[in-house]
């Protein structure tokens, strides 16, 4: 595709039930950063992939959060247990490596933990 | 650890007005810097990229400049619209992440 793409762009889910985000890097793009933005706040780093490899995860809250990464390409956010404290906007970005090239990101998944 | 800061945190000018953007970082050691602006209830959109290696780069209206043993960056708008009103954030890579600022809260009043 044209750019990162990212779903569900809205997810409203019960205290205590598990969420799955999607992130469909831009092809061909072999990093990849999940960020977080709680209501007016900043962006939050939680994981960076560099091909299917996480060498940064020092960003995940807790042990509720997991990532993973298949074919260098889809990237999936698994929130276990989901507290009111997760609601926030959910970005990905990818790069077609880290750190010399320009980062484009996905619209978000905005999560809402009712 | 890194710490990004960007002043002012919100700036209002009349239309036509050219502007400058600060921005600054604590640890010198950076891939690159990069512009983003945001508008409300959206994603980031990529605006301009300077490589650690490089003084500025200019895209359309708007200049970027590095100086990273400083650490610092500015963003210049020329001859401001009211379409530029949103959010501006910098970021700077280290390797394995971007560290952003808290941005700044731009409006261009017709």
């Known amino acids: 595709g044209a750019g990162v793409s990212q779903s569900p762009s809205n997810k409203v889910t019960e205290k205590g039930k598990d969420v799955e985000l999607r992130c469909d890097p831009i092809s061909g793009h072999t990093a990849l950063y999940w960020y977080r933005q709680r209501l007016g706040q900043g962006l939050e780093f939680l994981i960076y992939?560099?091909?299917?490899?996480?060498?940064?995860k020092s960003g995940l809250p807790s042990d509720r959060f997991s990532a993973e990464r298949t074919g260098e390409s889809v990237s999936t956010l698994t929130i276990q247990r989901t507290q009111q404290e997760d609601s926030a906007v959910y970005l990905c970005a990818s790069s077609r490596d880290r750190g010399r090239n320009e980062a484009f990101f996905g619209q978000g998944t905005r999560l809402t933990v009712v | 650890k890194q710490e990004v800061t960007q002043i002012p945190a919100a700036l209002s000018v009349p239309e036509g007005e050219n502007l400058v953007l600060n921005c600054s970082f604590t640890d010198s050691a950076i891939y690159n810097l990069q512009w983003f602006r945001q508008d409300p209830g959206k994603g980031l959109t990529s605006l301009l990229l300077i490589q650690s290696s490089q003084r500025e780069q200019t895209s359309g209206r708007l200049n970027a400049s590095l100086d990273k043993s400083s650490g610092r960056s500015t963003l210049y708008i020329a001859a401001s619209q009211p379409g530029d009103s949103a959010t501006y954030l910098c970021a700077v890579h280290t390797g394995n992440q971007f560290y952003f600022g808290t941005g700044t809260s731009l409006t261009v009043i017709p």
């Open positions: 992939f560099q091909g299917n490899s996480a060498p940064d």
